[in-house]
Antibody
Framework: QVQLQESGPGLVKASETLSLTCIVS????????WSWVRQSAGKGLEWIGR???????NYNPSLKSRVSVSLDVARSQFSLKVNSVTAADTAIYYC??????????????WGQGTTVTVS | QSALTQTRSVSGSPGQSVTISCTGT?????????VSWYHQHPGRAPSLVIY???KRPSGVPDRFSGSKSGNTASLTISGLQADDDGDYYC?????????FGEGTKLTVL
């Protein structure tokens, strides 16, 4: 059974960099894209971006200048970095398994989410 | 990158059917067959119920069905059950990545 677990600091100071990691267990990280999604309190979902093992990435244009997603195949994990954070980046951050070459755009396995507050 | 438009809330009694709509543009829903639907209970992570407009992941009952016409996608839930309540989000490929809908709150009466 595939499981994803987010980890990282729950509190980040404004103007600094938010860094989160998602550990993947029960599946090979090589077959899929891997995404990050966030949800502000009481709000909807916002897709942040994704990466695959070839180094290819896709990003939400509204965040593209400040975010990066990368994979570490050896450690079976992937990461998110958000630069120059503000209070608007306070949210629950979810990692998710995204599509494959044959079915590229949907997220079928999600982590439980981790809350990040920007102070 | 505007969010897709969803009805704010819907409700139905157990056993009834409800349909949730999601409206976009020709640049997202209308241009691709990559519409997904996610169900989220309060305080929980979302879970996938429909992908590629009409496909159901393993384990999702056939009470859930998806469709699309032009720039609007729909999710129909038949035989409503208490556990179906919560928020439903549509999502579509939009040429650069994925865009979500605003969310629809389903209340099972």
């Amino acid at each position: 059974q595939v499981q994803l677990q987010e980890s990282g600091p729950g509190l980040v100071k404004a103007s600094e960099t938010l860094s989160l990691t998602c550990i993947v267990s029960g599946d090979s990280i090589t077959r899929n894209w891997w995404s990050w999604v966030r949800q502000s309190a009481g709000k909807g979902l916002e897709w942040i971006g994704r990466a695959d093992t070839s180094g290819a990435t896709n990003y939400n244009p509204s965040l593209k200048s400040r975010v990066s997603v990368s994979l570490d195949v050896a450690r079976s994990q992937f990461s998110l970095k958000v630069n120059s954070v503000t209070a608007a980046d306070t949210a629950i951050y979810y990692c998710a398994r995204d599509g494959t070459r044959s079915a590229p755009w949907h997220m079928d396995v999600w982590g439980q989410g981790t809350t990040v507050t920007v102070s | 990158q505007s969010a897709l438009t969803q009805t704010r809330s819907v409700s139905g009694s157990p056993g009834q059917s409800v349909t949730i709509s999601c409206t976009g543009t020709r640049n997202d829903i209308g241009g691709y067959n990559y519409v997904s639907w996610y169900h989220q209970h309060p305080g929980r992570a979302p879970s996938l119920v429909i992908y590629d407009v009409t496909k159901r992941p393993s384990g999702v009952p056939d009470r859930f069905s998806g469709s699309k016409s032009g720039n609007t996608a729909s999710l129909t839930i038949s035989g409503l059950q208490a556990d179906d309540d919560g928020d439903y989000y549509c999502s579509s490929y939009a040429g650069y990545g994925q865009v979500f809908g605003e969310g629809t709150k389903l209340t099972v009466l």
